[in-house]
């Protein structure tokens, strides 16, 4: 299909940066957006996210070839069941952006039977602590997993033509199970923010009585808690959408923590040391090096002397290139001291730096 019409409800930062994606590799498509507040929809509109925006959400359905639902999971669902009375396109394609995927796709199902509708679940795996339209950002799911859940309503060409239209956000596409995305993200997401908020919790009621504890909470501490300033109305709703996998996932903690609570107290020094050291080769192992698990960032490693300012240097080159990461390796060679690895988005990002460092500083540049 040549032309399309794409309508995106929830202008927030999903779904405007879902709509900045659609509009880089399709610029002919019309996109229209449905937003509650008068706010978003005016942002939307001036960044040129949308083309036409309502504040009723079954006003644009009809016209729809594609329509996403860049929702919370309760309303997302509540969309589903409204769609499932309005006079839709025949066979248009439903998906939505919801972070966890049955409950939705149950929803989807129970609704659409016997409908002309083709629906699959979606899960962007990308995010950040900023919402709204004007969050919105076209790079936002750069080789971030885009995680695509089938249904009885997905038909062979449903997946295909969705990554088509999605081609432009620049994601690695990834069909799985959805009761399997519930089950996987409850390990290595759901589960860990209950962690970290617990461990908020603890901290802050230990302080109480410990003073000191607020001065001295630093790196690990930082590192195990960030999280905790998610925002807490979508972790309530994705804990709620995932209560089965959740909980099973903190019962088998308390069995994990019981285990080292045993070891603690036989004074057991090799099986504490094999404890950690489990973990330890574990981490190593996953994906968890290659940040989120993407093994493709855009690097440049410049070779860099043990001088004073040499890194403020190349960041002021850098200024107004959104680098990903940044990091110092250490060199046992005479002629370099170490070696600066910059991360970017993309390749342009990529190929800019290194062009900009060597023209403006006599180190070496190179691209692996
Ligand atoms: P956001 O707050 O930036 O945007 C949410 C949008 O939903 C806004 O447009 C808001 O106006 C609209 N909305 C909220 N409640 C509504 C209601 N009751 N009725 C109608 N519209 C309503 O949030 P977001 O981060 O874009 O999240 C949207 C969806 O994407 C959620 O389902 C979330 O689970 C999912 N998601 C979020 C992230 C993340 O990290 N932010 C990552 C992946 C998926």
Do not use: C
């Given at each position: ?60 359905a ?17 969309f589903i069941?409204e769609l499932a009375?309005l006079?839709l ?5 439903i ?274």
């Amino acid at each position: 299909m040549g032309h399309k019409v794409i309508y995106v409800a929830g202008l927030g930062l999903i779904g405007g940066s879902i709509a900045l994606g659609i509009k880089r590799d399709h610029p002919d498509y019309t996109i229209l957006g449905y937003n509650r507040s008068e706010k978003s929809r005016q942002i939307a509109l001036e960044r040129g996210i949308v083309d036409e925006v309502t504040d009723d959400f079954a006003h644009f359905a009809p016209r729809a070839d594609v329509i996403i639902l860049a929702v919370p999971i309760k309303q997302t669902i509540a969309f589903i069941e409204e769609l499932a009375h309005l006079s839709l396109k025949e066979n248009v394609l439903i998906t939505d952006a919801g972070s966890t995927k049955l409950e939705i796709v149950k929803a989807a199902e129970a609704s659409f039977a016997n409908q002309a509708v083709r629906f699959v679940g979606s899960h962007p795996m990308a995010g950040s602590h900023k919402s709204g339209a004007s969050a919105a950002d076209v790079n936002l799911f750069e080789n971030a997993y885009y995680i695509l859940t089938p249904t009885a309503l997905t038909t062979d060409d449903t997946i295909e033509e969705l990554r088509a239209d999605l081609s432009g956000l620049h994601a690695r596409f990834i069909t799985i199970d959805a009761a399997e995305h519930d089950r996987v993200t409850s390990q290595i997401s759901h589960f860990p923010h209950v962690i970290a908020a617990s461990l908020m919790e603890q901290a802050g009621d230990y302080a109480k009585e410990h003073e000191m504890t607020n001065h001295f909470a630093a790196g690990g501490f930082r590192d195990m808690t960030r999280i905790a300033e998610s925002e807490a109305g979508m972790w309530t709703s994705i804990l709620l959408t995932n209560k089965e996998a959740v909980l099973e996932r903190i019962e088998d903690f308390k069995e994990r923590l019981d285990t080292i609570a045993d070891k603690i107290k036989a004074q057991d020094d090799d099986g504490i040391w094999q404890y950690f050291n489990h973990a330890k080769t574990i981490r190593q192992e996953m994906e968890i090096h290659k940040r989120g698990g993407v093994d493709s960032f855009y690097d440049i490693f410049v070779n860099v002397p043990d001088e004073e300012d040499v890194i403020l240097t190349i960041l002021e080159l850098l200024r107004g290139t959104s680098l990903v990461n940044l990091r110092i390796n250490e060199e046992n060679r005479d002629d370099i001291h170490g070696i600066l690895q910059i991360s970017f988005k993309n390749a342009k990002d990529q190929a800019r730096a290194q062009k900009v460092i060597e023209a403006n500083t006599p180190y070496k540049v190179t691209i692996q």
